[in-house]
């Protein structure tokens, strides 16, 4: 079908005018879009069938079980994958069809909150590419993470709607749909051979799979991405089948609801249980139907799972291993401990999952009686180890006060638990699940995280990519390792004059870009300062705002103050609830009225909130940034991706020494980021001892004081929007060290400056640096680790 220009342009046609009854010269750009999408699908389908042969002849199959996927947009991606964009992109083109045209017009498939959810994207676009067999298990969230608009400088949410013309990457797989159990009794059969139990009165919810193809670069291997859709169930009676439909339904139709009431609650569980019940069984009648012995499952089959959500697939296996494969507890045991391994995504005791006791064993009776089993088990463990120590087994059991606590089942029923990040680690070592790993120290690990260079590279920055080809050769495109190769290019002033071409082409893009969506105008010869993630207290966004706001004052106060002009963008979205978080997004739009509306720092400084960050506006943003913003209190961000994604292409990092930065700094070097700020172990040790006084530094640093008091003396706004901000930094003591962190950070972004506009050669030489010490970043590096360490395969 891409084989031959003539006759892909034929069947396109064809196919086009076929599938809409529409003339090919009246065809919309939509249209035009699914019908390439569609040739595509077809394309690699017999390459699909073939990878899941190759599956059935017995080697290890691994299954990443995760709430979320935050996979963006598939077309481009899939194209480059399959070694076809540039064909297709001329092919195309001689019909008068843009193909970045037609990538637009996709929805970005956003279900996903954030960083996990990026990761388990970049994993599966790792493990296709490797050739591995690993597999995604998610839901099918009807409206993804919600659309952000911004009112006024307040957030709005708008439900999104990706599914709204269907959806052309799935195939529903009815046949293989599934009934998940909740609610009911649990009916216990005493017989001869042993307890049986049995699910009464339950109300079942059918899960049905849409299975995507994970497009491996190379074309030879096409993984699956499955997705549960909950449907009624035919195993129901009707009662009130109004309420059953829309409870039913309800159930995969958004991504992570508001789970502040308890109604909430019963939801997110419900989600949970329901994609590990309808995934678990499925893994299994896979296992089986290819002549697999259960014994032996924890040789055949490995299952991830992404922070604590689908920690429910741990009694859940062994559910169906007890009650309905009749094996003993024991048994079932040694399989289910030797399948599992587990990965912690935060230190942040706020996401640490417990679920109350009388929210889960009414809708899990069955489950909660395994996990009670689980847990006097697991203590009667912990006694024999550590006689007499009440308070150590109480610390540690799973239920206990009234709650299951989700991450000690996950290490409890895991061989494996990783950090994503060296420090994360070993925080989480020596502090966070301390007593964990001095009972098993041998089951904890780092993996620190990467991404995939395919997206963030060569799909999110062809100009570099080109560069980058000419000058060292396509080998890095394959394997992210030999970027190292770009390290003698470092003092070649004619690469880095194109490296610096590239850079400022890209610029431009985004500057046209923040033109046509802010309306302001940006000078792509300034400092593109970027900072855009997920809107948290512990990323400290404040901080880079507050920054901003006491350089204007520093320039409006001294006219001879010298600073190379910046830009500053953000992008960020905050969860619905987070009432602090969407105050600091209001702060960023006032500073940013007052900033660029003062003839005295037009053209020096320039502030830019661009709405609705995602995974396709992240591709135009992260190639044009000069500096990343890596800010979070040191010790509270457990890796952090972006951070890598910016390297790679060439920003110079500006960071605290927190998650992967660590890392970041020891592949650069210190000549080549920019560090600040207090450490992990200070931070942890105020945390513990206190001993810092937030006030101190408003009353010694005028600078900070003149500052902090136009949060609320009416130069931003005259309603008191910004009191809370002012309060959290004085009334409650500066949680996150923001005002302790902001001397350090001032100083050193003002170095940056220096550097940007005077030492440009050094400048260039820095991006350099970071480019070609990225390499270590790519997601292959981490899943090959995972692969050889974890899972075995
Ligand atoms: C249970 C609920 C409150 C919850 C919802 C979402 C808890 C956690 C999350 C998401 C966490 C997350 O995205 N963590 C990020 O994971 C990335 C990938 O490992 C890290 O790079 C990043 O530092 C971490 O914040």
Redesign the pocket.
Known sequence: MFSDKKAFQESFKKRLEQSYSISFQDSTRAQQFVTLSNMVREHISSEWIETNERYRKGNKQVYYLSI?FLLGRLLGQNLINLGLYETLETWLADLNIPLDELEEIEPDAALG???????AACFLDSLASLNLPGHGCGIRYKHGLFEQKMVDGFQMELPENWLRYGYVWEVRKSDLSVDVPFWGSVDVIERKEGTKFRHVDAEYVRAVPHDMPVVGYGGETINTLRLWSAEMSTMTPMHDVLKYKRETEAISEFL?PD?SNDEGKILRLKQQYFLVSASIRSILRRFLSNGGELKELHKHVAIHIN???PVLAIPELMRLLLDEYQLSWDEAWHITERTFAY?N??TLS??L?RWPIRIFKPLLPRIFMIVEEINERFCKRLWEEYPGEWGRIEKMAIVANGEVRMAHLAIAGSHSING??WL?TEILKNREMNDFYQFQPEKFNNKT?GITHRRWLLKANPELTSLLTETIGDGFQKDAAELSKLAPYADDSAFLQKLWDVKTKRKEILAKRIFEQNGVKVDPSSIFDVQVK?LHAYKRQLLNVLHILALYNKVKADSSYQMAPRTFIFGAKASPGYFYAKRIIKLIHSVADLVNNDPATKGLITVVFMENYRVSLAEDIIPAADISEQISTASK?????GNMKFMMNGAITMGTLD??NVEILEQTGPDNIFIFGLKAEEVMSYDKEGGYRSMDYYHHDPLIRRTLDQLVDGTLDDKGLFGVIYDSLLGENDQYFVLKDFESYRKTQEEAGRIYAEDQARWRKMMVNNISGSGIFSSDRTIKEYAKEIWNI
């Open positions: 979320e909150n954030g960083g996990l959810g990026r990761l992570y789970d922070d604590t959500h990965t995504h935060t706020e996401a999952e994503v990040a994360h995280n997920r961000e457990a890796s952090g991706t998650g992967a």
